[in-house]
Nanobody, 125 residues
Framework: QVRLVESGGGSVQSGGSLRLSCAAA??????????MGWFRQAVGKEREGVAA???????SYADSVKGRFTISKDNAKNTLYLQMNSLKPDDTGMYYC?????????????????WGQGTQVTVSS
């Protein structure tokens, strides 16, 4: 079992920054060896993959966030981060962190079997 709790969401103006955190409690898993991802869902839209990080530290990003968002992981603290810079109104949505044992398809939501409750990000123009 992996329990995930996100934090750090909020309301910012376009061009601003936010840092999301996802604290994990893993039972039966070694946190450093699991694949973690950030997903977001805007009202009326499907959930989309934003960024993911594999156990070897390799990262994947959606084209829409490349160069603006950075995913990182602190294995000592069992915490996943998403640094979001140069935010745009299109970045608005509920942001979820998720975990799966192996990153077969890091930005696809279907393989992930553990999800947090989400944290809201709102970017105004």
């Amino acid at each position: 079992q992996v329990r995930l709790v996100e934090s750090g969401g909020g309301s910012v103006q376009s061009g601003g920054s936010l840092r999301l955190s996802c604290a994990a409690a893993a039972s039966g898993y070694t946190y450093s060896r699991i694949c973690m991802g950030w997903f977001r869902q805007a009202v009326g839209k499907e959930r989309e993959g934003v960024a993911a990080i594999d156990s070897d530290g390799s990262t994947s990003y959606a084209d829409s966030v490349k160069g603006r968002f950075t995913i990182s992981k602190d294995n000592a603290k069992n915490t996943l981060y998403l640094q979001m810079n140069s935010l745009k109104p299109d970045d608005t949505g509920m942001y979820y962190c998720a975990a799966v044992s192996i990153c077969f398809s890091p930005l696809s939501s279907s393989p992930y079997n553990y999800w947090g409750q989400g944290t809201q990000v709102t970017v105004s123009s």
